[in-house]
Each structure stands twice: as structure tokens, then as C-alpha cells.
T-cell receptor
Framework: AQSVSQHNHHVILSEAASLELGCNYS??????LFWYVQYPGQHLQLLLK??????LVKGIKGFEAEFIKSKFSFNLRKPSVQWSDTAEYFC????????????FGKGTRLHILP | DGGITQSPKYLFRKEGQNVTLSCEQN?????MYWYRQDPGQGLRLIYY???????QKGDIAEGYSVSREKKESFPLTVTSAQKNPTAFYLC??????????FGPGTRLTVL
């Protein structure tokens, strides 16, 4: 069955540390890829997305993600995190031509120490 | 202001009762979705609708029902057949296969 895996369930970092959150999916066809973020007490919102073109995509607040097709991965990165990045992050994949089904990962809770 | 509204924010229900969660959007989006969010489980798709008067089951549709009589509205009914209904429910909408816009959620507690 198709799935989306986020390897880290809970990550704790100090401010200014670099961040990489892993996301892998299992589907051999075409995909649309997303990272969503849920700040404490706020709605889920889009961080960045990849549909086609340059596999390195940049999102809001200094985040970026790289689509590596051969590794079925879409890892999220930020070179220097801030306390305000404390949130839960979800990777999501739309399986194109498969009822256009969207699958979310289980999320990664990121806690930034001030 | 364009957006998605969900009501109520908190909902309590006795075991054996059906309850309906509201979701309204004024973004003119064709597609709408219902998810259930449980700690450590991420978002799991309950039902989705890509157009008015049509909807499909998601991964965990058992014990739930929906309707899509209007483009703006996609109510979710949690029936007494749902074995573990206590959860946080999120509604979303999108244009075809693009970005999803989420509502603030409804926290349902079964007493």
C-alpha cells in the first residue's frame, strides 16, 4: 500500500541549529509533494510544494525542500532555526492518476530551545 | 475574508448519539476534505468530495457519512457506529490537486 513516512516523530534543537526533516513515500508514479506546518493553536498551513520543474523548492520562512525522485524523498531543510519554528510539520503526497489520493505522514513535532 | 469555517470548536456527545460537524468555505473551491487528526497518527482522510453531489470514501470512512449538496458546504456526521470517535476533525478545501486550505478544526469528545 502507498504510504508516506516521516522518520522523526519528535525533534529538539537549539536556536541557530540546522534542520532536516525526512519524508519518504512509496509510489512509483507521478506525485505532487507538500509540506504543511501547524503552529501551536493555529490552522494547518502550506509551507511549500513541488509539482514539477526545479526539484529544489523554497517556501515561506526560509524553509526549502528537495525532491529526489530516485530516493522517493522530499526532505525539508532550514539552515538556521528560530524559536518561532516550534510546530508540527506534516509531509503530504498526492498520488497522481491513483484517484488523486492524498496521503499525509504522521507528522514531526519540532521543539526549538531558546 | 475568504476562508474555511468549522463549527463548533468543541463538541461533546454521549455514546450512541450521532453528531454533525459543520464545514463551510467561501473560497469557491471545488474539492473539500475531512480528516481526523490523532496524536502520533498524522492526518487520516475520512471522506472527500471533488464536486457537488459527489463524494468518495477515504481511508477511514467507516462510521462516518457526508453530503455535498452545495459547493460551499461539506458537513460530516459521526454516527454511533464509529467505535472511537473522540478526536480532532479537520476540514479542508482545494482547487483540483493544488494546495489544501484548512479550517480551525473541531474537537469532538464522546462522554
Amino acid at each position: 500500500a502507498q504510504s508516506v513516512s516521516q522518520h522523526n516523530h519528535h525533534v529538539i534543537l537549539s536556536e541557530a541549529a540546522s534542520l532536516e526533516l525526512g519524508c519518504n513515500y512509496s509510489y512509483g508514479g507521478t506525485v505532487n509533494l507538500f509540506w504543511y506546518v501547524q503552529y501551536p493553536g493555529q490552522h494547518l498551513q502550506l509551507l511549500l510544494k513541488y509539482f514539477s520543474g526545479d526539484p529544489l523548492v523554497k517556501g515561506i520562512k526560509g524553509f526549502e525542500a528537495e525532491f529526489i525522485k530516485s530516493k522517493f524523498s522530499f526532505n525539508l531543510r532550514k539552515p538556521s532555526v528560530q524559536w518561532s519554528d516550534t510546530a508540527e510539520y506534516f509531509c503530504a503526497v498526492i498520488l497522481m492518476n491513483r484517484d488523486d489520493k492524498i496521503i499525509f505522514g504522521k507528522g514531526t513535532r519540532l521543539h526549538i530551545l531558546p | 475574508d475568504g476562508g474555511i469555517t468549522q463549527s463548533p470548536k468543541y463538541l461533546f456527545r454521549k455514546e450512541g448519539q450521532n453528531v454533525t460537524l459543520s464545514c463551510e468555505q467561501n473560497l469557491n473551491h471545488d474539492a473539500m476534505y475531512w480528516y481526523r487528526q490523532d496524536p502520533g497518527q498524522g492526518l487520516r482522510l475520512i471522506y472527500y468530495s471533488q464536486i457537488v453531489n459527489d463524494f468518495q470514501k477515504g481511508d477511514i470512512a467507516e462510521g462516518y457519512s457526508v453530503s455535498r449538496e452545495k459547493k460551499e458546504s461539506f458537513p460530516l456526521t459521526v454516527t454511533s457506529a464509529q467505535k472511537n470517535p473522540t478526536a480532532f476533525y479537520l476540514c479542508a478545501s482545494s482547487t483540483d490537486l493544488a494546495t489544501q486550505y484548512f479550517g480551525p478544526g473541531t474537537r469532538l469528545t464522546v462522554l
